[in-house]
C-alpha cells in the first residue's frame, strides 16, 4: 500500500513538472515575402572594345591617290559648261610648271569659291578628268601617239607571270632563268624593247619589239622588274583595274613606281577582265572608263593600250575602244606591222615551253620590211 502511494506520488510530481517546464521553441515558418513589381533586369554591358576602321578594300585604293595632278572636289555645271574649283586646277598646273596657260581664262564666282571653265583649263595643260569608281573626280594625262609610219615588221610577245613559284596555269609562267635569258639574248643582239608609243618614230629603231605582259601580277614586280633594271628593258604590263592588291596581283603602290621608273608602261585589261564579246554598249563603256579612271588614280595617266581579256572581243567592242583607246590587242596572230588595224594588233605567247630557238622564231621579221 505505502509502495503503491510513493509510486502515484512520484508520477503527479513528474506531471506538474511538465506542466511548468517552458514551451520548446518551434522553428517559426518563413516570413511571408513581399511581391514588389517586377523591374527589368539591369542591361549587361557588353565588353568594352577599340573601334577599329576597316581598311579600304586593297583591289583599288582610289581613296588617296596622291600621285594625281589633281583632284577636283567641287564641279557645277552653268550654261552647258562645266566649272571647276579654281583652286582645285592650280594645283595641277603647279604640279605641271604650267601656271601661265591658264592666263586670261574667265573665272566666276560661286558660293564664296572662285571657278574656272573644266574642259578649256583642262585642254590648256594638256590633261583630261574623268570620275573614278568611288566618285573621285580627277586630272590625268593622255598620252597621245603621233602619226605612226608604215611598214614596220615590230614582233609583240605576249607574256604573264614571271618566276619559279607555279600557283596556276604553268604555260602562264615563264621562269625567271627563262626571263633572263630572253632579255639577255635582245640585249646582245640588238633587238630594242619599246612601247607602243614609240612607234610614231620607229625608224629610230633597226631591230623594234614589244614587250607585254598580262594581268598585272605580282612578280611581274618582284621578279621581273629587277630584270628589266638590269637589262634596261622597256615593257608594257596590261593591269585589271579592280584587281590591284588581290592575291597574286600588283599593289596599287606597285604600279605607281613600275609607271615612274622609266621602264614600264601600264595599260588597260579593263576593270573586270570581263567578256568583252558579251557586253552590249553601255557595259563596255562602264568597262573602259573604270578601267581608265583606276589606272588614271594609280600613275597618274590615262591608258592609251587596251589588252582584250582572254582575247574575246566583237567589231562592237572596237567600235568603242576607239573612243578611249589608239590601240588595242588581241591573243594571237603574228608579228603586228605598222599600218594594220590598230585594234586588232597580233601577239605571239611565250609560254614557259619556249626554247630559245623557238624566241628567235618570233623576234625574225623585225625591222623595216621589204
Known amino acids: 500500500m505505502r509502495i503503491s502511494c510513493l509510486l502515484a506520488c512520484f508520477f503527479l510530481l513528474a506531471l506538474l513538472c511538465a506542466c511548468a517546464a517552458p514551451e520548446a521553441a518551434l522553428p517559426e515558418p518563413p516570413a511571408a515575402q513581399v511581391q514588389s513589381p517586377e523591374e527589368p533586369p539591369a542591361p549587361v554591358e557588353p565588353p568594352v572594345e577599340p573601334i577599329i576602321e576597316e581598311e579600304p578594300e586593297p583591289a583599288l585604293l582610289l581613296s588617296e591617290p596622291v600621285w594625281l595632278l589633281g583632284r577636283l572636289t567641287?564641279?557645277?555645271?552653268?550654261?552647258?559648261?562645266?566649272w571647276a574649283a579654281l583652286a582645285d586646277v592650280l594645283e595641277a598646273a603647279k604640279a605641271l610648271n604650267a601656271d601661265a596657260q591658264l592666263e586670261g581664262l574667265e573665272t566666276v564666282q560661286f558660293q564664296g569659291r572662285e571657278y574656272i571653265p573644266l574642259a578649256e583649263a583642262a585642254q590648256r595643260l594638256g590633261l583630261e578628268w574623268g570620275e573614278a569608281p568611288d566618285g573621285?573626280?580627277?586630272l590625268a594625262r593622255r598620252q597621245t601617239v603621233g602619226q605612226i609610219p608604215e611598214g614596220w615588221n615590230v614582233p609583240v610577245l605576249m607574256y604573264h607571270a614571271v618566276g619559279d613559284e607555279i600557283w596556276?596555269?604553268?604555260?602562264l609562267?615563264?621562269?625567271?632563268?627563262?626571263?633572263?635569258?630572253?632579255?639577255?639574248?635582245?640585249?646582245?643582239?640588238?633587238?630594242?624593247?619599246i612601247w607602243f608609243s614609240d612607234l610614231a618614230h620607229i625608224e629610230d629603231y633597226e631591230k623594234p619589239v614589244i614587250l607585254t605582259f598580262d594581268d598585272g601580277y605580282d612578280d611581274n614586280y618582284t621578279v621581273l622588274y629587277p630584270l628589266l633594271k638590269k637589262y634596261q628593258t622597256?615593257?608594257?604590263?596590261?593591269?585589271?583595274?579592280?584587281?590591284?592588291?588581290?592575291?597574286?596581283?600588283?599593289t596599287q603602290e606597285q604600279v605607281y613606281e613600275l609607271a615612274a621608273s622609266g621602264l614600264v608602261s601600264i595599260q588597260s585589261h579593263t576593270y573586270t577582265h570581263g567578256?568583252?564579246?558579251?557586253?552590249?554598249?553601255?557595259?563596255?563603256?562602264?568597262e573602259m572608263e573604270l578601267s581608265n579612271a583606276a589606272l588614271a588614280a594609280a600613275t597618274g595617266q590615262i591608258p592609251y593600250v587596251l589588252c582584250y581579256p582572254e582575247g574575246k572581243y566583237s567589231h562592237l567592242t572596237m567600235d568603242v575602244a576607239k573612243d578611249y583607246y589608239t590601240f588595242?590587242?588581241?591573243?594571237?596572230?603574228?608579228?603586228?606591222?605598222?599600218?594594220?588595224?590598230?585594234?586588232?594588233?597580233?601577239r605571239s605567247f611565250v609560254s614557259r615551253r619556249i626554247t630559245l630557238p623557238d624566241y628567235l622564231w618570233f623576234l625574225a621579221p623585225s625591222g623595216k620590211a621589204s
Do not use: C
Not at 234 to 250: C, D, E, L, R, Y
Not at 275 to 286: G, I, K, V, W, Y
Open 168 to 171: 596556276g596555269y604553268s604555260d
Open 74 to 82: 567641287e564641279l557645277y555645271q552653268a550654261d552647258e559648261t562645266q
Open 173 to 193: 609562267f615563264v621562269s625567271e632563268a627563262g626571263m633572263e635569258e630572253q632579255l639577255q639574248y635582245l640585249q646582245e643582239n640588238g633587238y630594242e624593247p
Open 136 to 138: 573621285l573626280r580627277y
Open 275 to 286: 567578256n568583252l564579246s558579251a557586253m552590249d554598249e553601255p557595259a563596255l563603256r562602264q
Open 234 to 250: 622597256k615593257a608594257t604590263i596590261f593591269v585589271i583595274g579592280n584587281a590591284m592588291g588581290s592575291q597574286h596581283k600588283m
Open 328 to 346: 588595242a590587242l588581241r591573243m594571237d596572230g603574228w608579228t603586228y606591222q605598222t599600218g594594220m588595224d590598230p585594234y586588232q594588233v597580233p
